[in-house]
């Protein structure tokens, strides 16, 4: 009977090609090739999320960016990018600790990037051409002790846009 271990390892070897391809469409850069550094990374596994650092939620449309966290710590951060808009998006955080940048997103895509935030303010923006000056733009501070690795859920946000 040596059927359903061919149907088994059929099935196991969809599987894989299928995974397979869903990281490789994950893993691709920025459409417009301008990225200021290498802070794009592909989306951890669910049970690794809490271990690169604190979880932060930018909803991105057009033209707005909402986070989810509005309180931050030096820390290491793990940023999550979605464009709920109806243009391409992408999210770049500027300041003391340095410059990162997701990929470019198309509507209705997503990625993750891990940042570490040392104390002082950050610009956080759209940085596809003229975003940025159509308000989608905002502010944080980073200050106080370390943060802990957490998942927030603090949906207000101010001085982000329109």
């Known amino acids: 009977m040596t059927i359903p271990h061919t149907r ?22 920025g459409s ?19 271990a690169s650092g604190t979880q932060v939620t930018a909803k991105l449309t057009d033209f707005h960016i909402q986070l989810s966290t509005q309180k931050y710590h030096p820390g290491r951060y793990t940023f999550t990018a979605q464009n709920m808009g109806h243009h391409e998006h992408a999210l770049e955080l500027d ?12 509507p209705g895509q997503s990625t993750t990037f891990t ?3 040392k104390s002082g303010s ?16 905002t502010h944080i501070t ?7 690795p957490s998942t927030s859920n603090d949906n207000t946000s101010t001085n982000n846009g329109y």
């Not at 088994?8 to 850069?29: E, F, K």
């Open 95 to 106: 300041g003391p600790g340095g410059n990162n940048r997701s990929k470019t997103l198309e």
């Open 115 to 117: 940042v570490t935030l």
């Open 122 to 137: 950050y610009q956080v923006f759209c940085p596809v051409d003229g975003h940025k000056d159509l308000g989608m733009k």
């Open 8 to 29: 088994d390892r059929v099935l196991l070897g969809v599987a894989a090609g299928g995974l397979t391809a869903l990281l490789a469409a994950c893993g691709g850069g």
């Open 142 to 148: 980073v200050g106080g002790t370390p943060a802990s």
């Open 32 to 50: 417009n090739g301008s990225s200021s550094g290498s802070g794009t990374t592909t989306a951890p596994a669910p049970s690794m999320a809490a």
